[in-house]
Antibody, heavy 120, light 109 residues
Framework: EVQVVESGGGLAQPGRSLRLSCAAS????????MHWVRQAPGKGLEWVSG????????GYADSVKGRFTISRDNAKNSLYLQMNSLRAEDTAFYYC?????????????WGQGALVTVSS | SDVLTQPPSVSVAPGKTARITCGGS??????VHWYQQKPGQAPVLVVY???DRPSGIPERISGSNSGNTATLTISRVEAGDEADYYC????????????FGGGTQLTVL
């Protein structure tokens, strides 16, 4: 069974950093692209970042470009999101997602989400 | 940049057919994916590549895409279909990646 489980969410002050992790199991992690999508409370979905299977195609939403960094460790079946210079508008549930392919196709399997709250 | 337009809400009686639209420029030339999100839960992929269903998704749920509009159709609607539905494509410009519609809340009367 495919599983992706997020961790590392919590409360951070504006301007500080937080690192999300995602542990994957039940599939060949190094064959698939991975993504982060966020959802502010009561709002819609916003794609944050994605990384292909080889880590040579990486993308970011304009809203996080230059502040967030996505990475993966295929040996550890893990995906990460380093979030720096956090802002109040970064408050959201962050979902880790397995793509349907090694490149960006569709968002096949979603984790349950990790809540990030940015507040002083 | 690509913009996807969905109606904020759709209401349907049990047993009837619900149609949720997603509008965008030349959408028929792109692959459209649909996600269902029930209250308090993570989204679930229900249709990919316009009309394909992942395993476990009932045949009552189908998708189509032509011209400037993609449509998610749910036949024989059940109370359990009540959820928010989002369409999604990959952007057409080199610096634009995943784009979501604003979401449609399906209410079963």
């Amino acid at each position: 069974e495919v599983q992706v489980v997020e961790s590392g969410g919590g409360l951070a002050q504006p301007g500080r950093s937080l690192r999300l992790s995602c542990a994957a199991s039940g599939f060949a992690f190094d064959d698939y692209a991975m993504h982060w999508v966020r959802q502010a409370p009561g709002k819609g979905l916003e794609w944050v970042s994605g990384i292909n299977w080889k880590s040579n195609n990486i993308g970011y939403a304009d809203s996080v470009k230059g502040r967030f960094t996505i990475s993966r460790d295929n040996a550890k079946n893990s995906l990460y999101l380093q979030m720096n210079s956090l802002r109040a508008e970064d408050t959201a549930f962050y979902y880790c997602i397995k793509d349907g392919n090694g490149y960006f196709t569709f968002l096949e399997s979603w984790g349950q989400g990790a809540l990030v709250t940015v507040s002083s | 940049s690509d913009v996807l337009t969905q109606p904020p809400s759709v209401s349907v009686a049990p047993g009837k057919t619900a149609r949720i639209t997603c509008g965008g420029s030349n959408l028929g030339g792109k692959s459209v994916h649909w996600y269902q999100q029930k209250p308090g839960q993570a989204p679930v992929l229900v249709v990919y590549d316009d009309s394909d269903r992942p395993s476990g998704i009932p045949e009552r749920i189908s998708g189509s895409n032509s011209g400037n509009t993609a449509t998610l159709t749910i036949s024989r609607v059940e109370a359990g279909d009540e959820a928010d539905y989002y369409c999604q494509v990959w952007g057409s410009s080199s610096d634009q990646f995943a784009v979501f519609g604003g979401g449609t809340q399906l209410t079963v009367l």
